[in-house]
């Protein structure tokens, strides 16, 4: 129904007009005018959400992911006989949920698909009136991480949650804070509402290698930056989402882990004063993970790499302190000339770069600066390429301790970037974060930091080992994954918009693209695509009858057979040809040892895998068999 100003104007005196005649008084009307109204409903918050069911089926359904999906959590021991923790599915979270979903009657025997969850607001234009989008990313666990970097269907966009917007003069209201945190969960929950029934109770599902399976979901890691996982978590900016260490002394080793059950107790214990200033602790926030079973959302957090180390601890903080300690010693103008000593033109952020970078050689993997860095704006790429040259560039200008403390985050990083991890690598993760926080302290000696160094990003390094040991290799799960999704989901479509209203434009664009990746695994499955266009052409006119009569589906090994051609059936047995008792069938097929070929058979199922099966120990060991076939 459309209807002008006037007529929307007529129907609010109506309504005015029988309020009071119902209540014997003239009542304030329900809008004032037309402007009222269409205001009042532009004001209000939309999320724009996908059906999450419908998008985890077809994602668990696609068979471009076959030979690369784990079936069930594994323990992978190599040859040297120490664990290794590579995929999700490698890591114990995904056994400990697969544990308690075994230990379920409803459940018992379902496969566990984890849904890993990201979301980053973005920014597509600051000159043009800085609009902003805030996408959320789902993915499942069971791809593995190398499928997760590259597939553009193994992570996806799932919503594009509401951004309130409030006067300046309001902007740091509690109230409007609270509200925001409050619509931002009632908004993730609300989008996986659709999975909740299937945390508890089986789909079932098709899965890539074309088999139906049992399938119990579960809440996954979340990717998410530094400000983004305070918001998750509910907790106090400066603190710790994972951990209960105070702001001012972040390094506290010994600090308790936050869970779900403790701060439930501390909301039900302590005022909101309290909680605030002793625990960090929002105490009207909820978060999203209390609306499903066995998630928690301060254990699912996951490492970030990029905005923790790469551009947190490396770019924000080191390079920074570096130039300030050069001024801070050398003064304005001696800093100036050791840095155009170091560096001819090139900016980091406003922080000079060496000249030995831009005089780097030519070295396959190592990226030229020819010109320096004069970048305004870093990404991720150009923060990695930096630390390959920076550590050689400085030395010599600034103190041995300096140049082990970059050393020694150096080395962290570049393990904790391995796409597997064993115990060893583990081990050596640790004692590069010692030597870190040992040479760290000459930040302090010189001055740079004299109130100490307690930053929420370098305390997370240290839950980097035991965040391995939960979810496998941090590659899989870093914000790399959704800041390169933006460009595709967000940032190509709202250039193609015409900019007014764009948000509809842009979920269009990604609706067609997601249906033409839908289509092209069709006929990829069918061999519509194994060859070009003009080898169809000819086909398709007649041209190459060789190509024609062999398709994509015809077996190798099938010859034609001479004579006339005959019609075949199939026929099912009205009764099975055997008796159902194992030692009869075993009389009857000559075969005295069917029932322990049946035990090993068992056993490579129940507990085989690639590095172990039923040969392996002693028939004593194999399950018992007593039932009829």
């Not at 625990?279 to 926030?285: E, I, L, M």
């Not at 398709?540 to 009858?545: F, M, N, S, T």
């Not at 000559?590 to 039923?614: R, T, W």
């Amino acid at each position: 129904m459309e209807s002008s100003q006037g007529d929307v104007d007529k129907l609010l005196h109506i309504l005015e007009a029988r309020e009071t005649l119902k209540h014997g008084d003239a009542t304030h009307p329900i809008f004032d005018d037309a402007d009222h109204l269409h205001n009042t409903i532009d004001a209000i918050d939309a999320v724009h959400a996908r059906d999450t069911l419908a998008a985890v089926r077809n994602m668990v359904a696609n068979p471009e992911f076959d030979g690369s999906f784990h079936y069930k959590p594994f323990e992978e021991y190599p040859s040297t006989g120490k664990r290794r923790f590579s995929d999700l599915m490698s890591g114990r979270w995904a056994w400990k949920q697969s544990d308690l979903i075994a230990h379920d009657p409803e459940t018992h025997g379902s496969m566990v698909v984890p849904i890993i969850l990201g979301a980053d607001k973005t920014t597509v234009s600051v000159a043009t009136g800085n609009t902003e989008f805030h996408p959320v990313y789902m993915s499942i666990g069971n791809v593995t991480n190398g499928v997760r970097h590259a597939h553009g269907e193994a992570v996806i966009p799932i919503a594009f949650l509401a951004i309130p917007k409030v006067a300046r003069e309001h902007a740091d209201d509690n109230a409007f804070r609270l509200f925001r945190k409050q619509l931002y969960h009632a908004s993730l929950a609300h989008i996986l509402e659709p999975l909740r029934e299937g945390m508890a109770k089986p789909v079932v599902m098709r899965c890539p290698d074309g088999h139906w399976r049992r399938v119990i979901f579960e809440i996954g890691p979340f990717i998410a930056d530094y400000p983004e996982q305070v918001c998750l978590a509910g907790i106090v900016q400066g603190w710790c989402p994972k951990c209960l260490a105070c702001p001012e002394n972040l390094d506290d080793r010994t600090a308790a882990p936050r869970f779900r059950d403790h701060t439930d107790i501390q909301v039900e214990s302590f005022d909101a004063v309290t909680l605030w200033d002793t625990f960090g602790t929002v105490a009207d926030v909820v978060p999203f993970t209390r609306h499903f079973p066995r998630a928690d959302i301060h254990q699912l957090l996951s490492p970030d790499l990029l905005h923790q180390l790469i551009k947190g601890t490396f770019k924000d903080h080191l390079v920074t302190w570096v130039e300030e300690y050069l001024h801070e010693v050398h003064g304005k103008a001696e800093a100036e000339r050791i840095m155009d000593d170091i560096d001819r033109r090139c900016q980091f952020a406003d922080i000079e770069i060496p000249e030995r970078i831009a005089s780097a050689p030519t070295f396959p993997g190592l990226r030229r600066f020819p010109e320096g860095c004069k970048f305004k704006q870093w990404t991720g790429d150009d923060s990695k390429a930096l630390m390959k040259v920076y550590l050689p560039a400085i030395t010599g200008h600034v103190p041995a301790r300096m140049v082990k403390c970059i050393a020694a985050l150096l080395d962290f990083c570049y393990l904790a970037r391995r796409p597997s991890h064993d115990t060893d690598t583990l081990q050596l993760m640790d004692e590069a974060l010692a030597r870190f926080h040992l040479h760290r302290m000459v930040f302090i000696d010189e001055g740079l930091r004299p109130d100490g160094i307690s930053l929420p990003c370098q305390h997370a390094l240290l839950h980097y080992v035991s965040a391995i040991r939960l979810f496998g290799s941090p590659n899989g799960l870093c914000s790399s994954i959704t800041e390169s999704k933006h460009i595709r989901a967000v940032k190509k479509p709202w250039r193609r918009s015409s900019h007014n209203k764009p948000l509809g434009q842009i979920i269009r664009t990604n609706t067609r693209l997601s249906k033409l990746a839908a289509i092209r695994v069709q006929f990829t499955k069918r061999g519509m695509l194994d060859s070009d266009v003009i080898t169809a052409a000819r086909i398709e006119a007649g041209l190459d009858e060789d190509l024609a009569n062999h398709g994509p589906d015809e077996g190798g090994d099938v010859m034609d057979a001479d004579g006339p051609c005959a019609d075949s059936t199939v026929t099912l047995a009205a009764v099975p040809a055997y008796t159902v008792d194992v030692a009869a069938l075993s009389t009857s097929l000559h075969k005295p040892h069917v029932s322990s070929m049946i035990e090993q058979f068992l056993y490579n199922q129940l507990y085989g895998d690639e590095h172990h099966c039923a040969d392996d120990v002693l028939p004593e060991m194999w399950p018992l068999f007593g039932g009829n076939i």
